[in-house]
Nanobody, 129 residues
């Protein structure tokens, strides 16, 4: 299993950028696929981006493709999400996730299906107009 703690959220104007960080601990991190999700008030959690354990493969939802970038540093046990050209509709709590454990829901990335069973507590991103 892994333990995940997000940081880097905040209030930003439309068109601005933030870098979200996810600090991970746990023996299996270096072999985990990682992802970012977000959840706006009153809405279901939405997939944003995923990265393979080596960092060699990434996959993005259509709503963020071209604006957001996911990467990881396995030496530092961290995964990041650079969020650019932000829009008010990007406002949400952003969660880091790992494919440790089971959620019962699979996400089909470019390299295969992933069940993200471990989650952080989230970091709030608010984009003002």
């Amino acid at each position: 299993q892994v333990q995940l703690v997000e940081s880097g959220g905040g209030l930003v104007q439309a068109g601005g950028s933030l870098r979200l960080s996810c600090a991970a601990s746990g023996r299996t991190f270096r072999r985990n696929n990682m992802g970012w999700f977000r959840q706006a008030p009153g809405k279901e959690r939405e997939f944003v981006a995923a990265i393979s354990w080596s960092g060699g493969n990434t996959y993005y939802s259509d709503s963020v493709k071209g604006r957001f970038v996911i990467w990881r540093d396995n030496v530092k046990n961290a995964v990041f999400l650079q969020i650019n050209s932000l829009k008010p509709e990007d406002t949400a709590v952003y969660y880091c996730a790992a494919d440790a454990g089971s959620s019962g829901t699979y996400y089909y990335t470019s390299w295969g299906p992933i069940d993200f069973g471990s989650w952080g507590q989230g970091t709030q991103v608010t984009v003002s107009s």
